[in-house]
């Protein structure tokens, strides 16, 4: 006759990394939140640059410099550049998980993965922030109308 | 059926056609013409009728041309589950599947589902999806002393998990899922669909641990709601239905 097979105890057969309690359960939930939002921002954003006004053809340099220059544009383009950056690298990174089955090849690809986003973040927000519209030496035909009277 | 095909066919005999089965074969000790664990098509043509069924032109096949064709069957009336393939790309019970319905002018391709390992021909190794059932605790816990009589529930609290309890372990669902194919550490449907019958089942009081396993990296959220599961399941459970009351009831610590 055959044996009942073993009832193993839970948690036995996760080889993979440490059981962080409710992390996947926080990444689901982030994921669904971030792209709510990010779908708002993102139209948003393609309806203010591409639709509204004269179009594409009215981006240039003065168009984001004058963008830039108001305190809600760059809250909304970092969250929007924050929050597709780690919406995207969350979403890889559970593809590496689905493919990647050594545990060595997951963690050099997850590294990679971390630093690239780290990086992106980074020199974002530095544009973001740092960004200045009237360059001192560029020719005043290109920049927004407020240089005029910031320069004189 | 048209009327004129109808006319055609003396009354009580039904009608007869030839079909083409295309099977995926793969024999571990190897044949004449393939080696060991070599994988390969072989089409066999037989005279089949409209009543057939896929498992009767596999039958057909395995007791008049090729008794060497290994495929696994039970019941032969959808009841045991034994017999879940992949028939046009489309995981099916073969005793469920009439042949009339696959369009017979063409060949029909019959595979092992996938995402299991290949034993031989259409069987697949089912170890690894009974051991993620086997995972989630598949029976009763209760703390307590025991009734002596059966433990009584309304039949409101009965139909909160009925559509679940219709399982009959075929892995028809767990096998097309694409998140199982790539990822062998996911439970795979059918273990959330197991779990689902008894965290939603009043009488039972282990739902937390259930959930508990279910909260895994190889758990619930791993699910991508590809729909596959629920398109596979030939007893028509709405499998990424149940997955998702398992999300709420992690996601909102009700149950
Ligand atoms: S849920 Fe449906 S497809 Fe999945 S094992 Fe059960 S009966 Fe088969
Ligand atoms: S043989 Fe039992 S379900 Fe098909």
């Known amino acids: 006759m055959m044996t009942a097979p073993q009832l193993s105890a839970p948690h036995e057969r996760i080889r993979t990394g440490r059981m962080r309690h409710n992390a ?16 708002l921002l993102i139209f948003t954003h393609l309806i203010v640059n591409l639709v509204l006004g004269e179009g594409v053809s009215q981006i240039d340099f003065a168009f984001v410099a ?8 760059q809250v909304a383009d970092f969250l929007m550049l924050v929050l597709a950056l780690i919406h995207g690298g969350n979403g890889m990174r559970l593809l590496i998980n689905d493919y990647a089955h050594r545990t060595t090849t997951r963690k050099v690809l997850h590294s990679v993965l971390g630093v690239a986003v780290v990086a992106v973040i980074v020199l974002g927000s530095l544009v973001i922030w740092t960004f200045d519209p009237c360059p001192v030496d560029a020719d005043p035909s290109l920049l927004p109308g407020f240089c005029a009277s910031v320069a004189g | 059926m048209t009327a004129t095909a109808e006319a ?40 089949a009728h409209a009543t057939d069924r896929v498992l009767d032109a596999l ?12 495929f696994r069957r039970s019941c032969a009336h959808g009841v045991c589950g034994s017999d879940a393939m992949r028939i046009n790309a489309r995981n ?22 996938k995402g ?96 508990e396993i279910l909260n895994d990296k190889a758990g619930v959220w791993k699910c991508r709601t590809a729909f596959n599961c629920t398109e596979a399941c030939p007893r028509g459970i709405e499998v990424t239905k149940a997955i998702s009351e398992v999300k709420k009831a992690l996601n909102t610590g009700e149950i």
Not at chain 1, 66 to 73: H, L, R
């Open chain 2, 92 to 113: 099916r019970l073969a005793c469920k599947t009439l042949l009339k319905d696959l369009n017979p002018a063409k060949p029909i391709l019959i595979e092992p589902i």
């Open chain 1, 66 to 73: 004058g963008k830039w220059a108001a305190w809600y544009w």
């Open chain 2, 116 to 211: 299991l390992p290949v034993e031989k021909d259409l069987i697949v190794d089912m170890e690894p999806f009974f051991a993620s059932y086997r995972e989630i605790m598949p029976f009763l816990m209760t703390s307590g002393p025991a009734p002596e009589r059966e433990r009584l529930q309304t039949p409101a609290e009965r139909e909160r998990y009925d559509d679940t309890t219709k399982c009959i372990m075929c892995a028809a669902c767990t096998s097309a899922c694409p998140v199982f194919w790539t990822d062998g550490q996911f439970f795979g449907p059918q273990a959330i669909v197991g779990a689902h019958r008894f965290i939603f089942d009043s009488r039972d009081e282990g739902q937390w641990d259930r959930l």
């Open chain 2, 59 to 70: 039958h057909k096949v395995k007791w008049d041309v090729d008794g060497s064709l290994a």
């Open chain 1, 24 to 39: 996947e359960r926080w990444s689901w939930m982030f994921m669904r939140i971030s792209g709510a939002i990010l779908m």
């Open chain 2, 8 to 47: 055609s066919t003396p009354a009580g005999e039904v009608p007869s056609f030839e079909v083409t089965l295309r099977i995926r074969r793969m024999n571990p000790e190897g044949t004449s013409e393939h080696g060991a664990g070599e994988e390969y098509w072989e089409e066999f043509r037989i005279q």
